[in-house]
């Protein structure tokens, strides 16, 4: 898993980087928009453009998730988080930029494709949609290589706590096979459904359901550091960077919150329901692990 996402890292990183460096050589203010055009407030656009848009960055959690699989997890999970992020980050922010100052504003509205569109207008020709295209296929190749075998590992490591049928700790070669098996059938299923439904909302309501399920274990994570820093634990707290940690501790757990508030009450409502469904899981895990400790 680890040599196909660096290949496939590599090949979308390098078109998606000329795109956004070499569009800013292309860049004409005129063609930029409003600022908002949401008609709405500036806060409740910010709010609700940020829900959408961490759908973009969800997986900064993937070096945690897959912990036990790295070397020297204590020093290098930290490292990949930032600096993944961060480039990410650089790449999005120039790439949007790069667009919004190649594609006239009255024509990018109606775009389905502005990367394409903005690839044509640097270079000239209609060979854009070919080339991005070559390039999703290959970012897709590699996201549903790592988020294939990184979801397998959640459900792994609850049913070695306990909280999740047996089943899932089961592997092969060293990878849960039967989590694999289970995510695969639930994203195909959801794809379908997003496919047969034939409707843009209808996927957006899904995006926003994801980032809202998401962020969930965000604010959790933030609370469980709240909860170390207030009970003062040797193990889990650094005195020399109390400060510095209460601070980004804070930040973490309230921008949590305002990106769940973000989402939406569609998304909320139903990702709630998702999470409610996991109590029912948890019951019957209870129940026989207390059986068993009865006999």
Not at 265 to 280: H, R
Request: net charge positive; aromatic share 10%.
């Amino acid at each position: 898993m680890g040599a196909v996402q660096l290949v496939s890292t590599v090949l979308k990183f390098v078109p998606l980087l000329l795109v956004a460096v070499g569009g800013l050589f292309f860049f004409d203010p005129d063609r930029l928009g409003p600022f908002n055009s949401s008609g709405h407030g500036a806060i409740g656009a910010v709010s609700a453009s940020a829900a959408l848009l961490l759908f973009s960055y969800l997986g900064v959690e993937s070096a945690a998730v897959s912990a036990g699989e790295v070397n020297n997890a204590r020093r290098n999970v930290g490292r990949a988080t930032v600096i993944g992020t961060a480039g990410a980050a650089l790449v999005y922010l120039l790439g949007t930029l790069s667009v919004f100052g190649t594609v006239a504003h009255d024509r990018l509205v109606t775009s389905t494709a502005p990367f394409s569109d903005a690839v044509n207008s640097m270079f000239g020709g209609s060979w854009g949609g070919t080339a991005v295209a070559l390039a999703a296929l290959v970012s897709m190749t590699g996201c549903l290589n790592g988020w294939t075998l990184l979801s397998a590992q959640t459900p792994y490591a609850a049913a070695r706590d306990g909280l999740f049928p047996s089943a899932f700790t089961r592997r092969r070669r060293g990878v849960p096979t039967v989590g694999v098996g289970v995510t695969v059938v639930l994203a195909s299923l959801l794809t379908v459904f997003n496919y047969f439904s034939g409707s843009g909302k209808v996927f957006e309501v899904l995006v926003l359901v994801t980032t809202f399920t998401a962020t969930v274990p965000y604010l959790l994570a933030a609370a469980a550091q709240i909860f170390h820093l207030v009970a003062g634990r040797p193990e889990a707290v650094d005195r020399s960077r109390l400060v510095r940690d209460s601070v980004v501790t804070a930040v973490a757990a309230a921008f949590s919150v305002w990106l769940m508030a973000g989402a939406g009450y569609a998304a909320v409502y139903q990702g709630a329901l998702f999470l409610f469904t996991g109590i029912i899981v948890y019951a019957v895990m209870a129940a026989r692990r207390q059986r068993k400790q009865a006999r």
